[in-house]
């Protein structure tokens, strides 16, 4: 079902919409709405992974040291912990040293980043990265 369009009148300062043109531009976006839009839309996901409650959905991913097996162990030990957040995990092995793992996740927020922050914390982890989207209900 195609959404309402609403047209509304925005004042900017003439800086901050000539960085913006220069950056849709670079970008190859067609039109200045289209650029608009998604920088809403992106407001509106950063607002509500600050926000505590509610359902979230991420990824979350990192890389660590193969031959620390104690590690291996205690990360699964922690998915086994969320699996009420965890809904798939992708494991790749990327050379004789490093793997990489791949978590989606969905629910709140604070349960999102608590995983991340234990994965963080476990020696052997090299690097987390969660990234943060929205079930894309209002996108
Ligand atoms: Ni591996």
């Given at each position: 079902?195609?959404?309402?369009?609403?047209?509304?009148?925005?004042?900017?300062?003439?800086?901050?919409?000539?960085?913006?043109?220069?950056?849709?531009?670079?970008?190859?976006?067609?039109t200045?709405?289209?650029?608009?839009?998604?920088?809403?839309?992106?407001?509106i996901?950063?607002?509500?992974?600050?926000?505590?409650?509610?359902?979230?959905?991420?990824?979350?991913?990192?890389?660590?040291?193969?031959?620390?097996?104690?590690?291996?162990?205690?990360?699964?030990?922690?998915q086994?912990?969320?699996?009420?957040?965890?809904?798939?995990?992708?494991?790749?092995?990327?050379?004789?040293?490093?793997c990489?793992?791949?978590?989606?996740?969905?629910?709140d927020?604070?349960?999102?980043?608590?995983?991340?922050?234990?994965?963080m914390?476990?020696?052997?982890?090299?690097?987390?990265?969660?990234?943060?989207?929205?079930?894309?209900k209002?996108?």
């Amino acid at each position: 079902m195609a959404q309402e369009i609403t047209r509304i009148g925005v004042s900017l300062p003439e800086n901050l919409l000539q960085r913006f043109d220069e950056i849709i531009s670079d970008r190859g976006y067609s039109t200045r709405s289209e650029g608009i839009r998604d920088a809403v839309r992106n407001y509106i996901v950063d607002y509500e992974w600050t926000e505590e409650e509610g359902e979230l959905v991420g990824v979350v991913t990192y890389i660590y040291d193969h031959h620390q097996r104690v590690l291996e162990e205690g990360l699964t030990d922690l998915q086994h912990s969320y699996i009420n957040v965890i809904v798939s995990s992708v494991h790749v092995h990327l050379d004789e040293e490093n793997c990489l793992e791949t978590l989606i996740v969905r629910g709140d927020s604070k349960s999102i980043r608590g995983l991340a922050d234990s994965i963080m914390s476990m020696r052997g982890v090299k690097h987390v990265k969660l990234i943060g989207t929205s079930t894309g209900k209002l996108l």
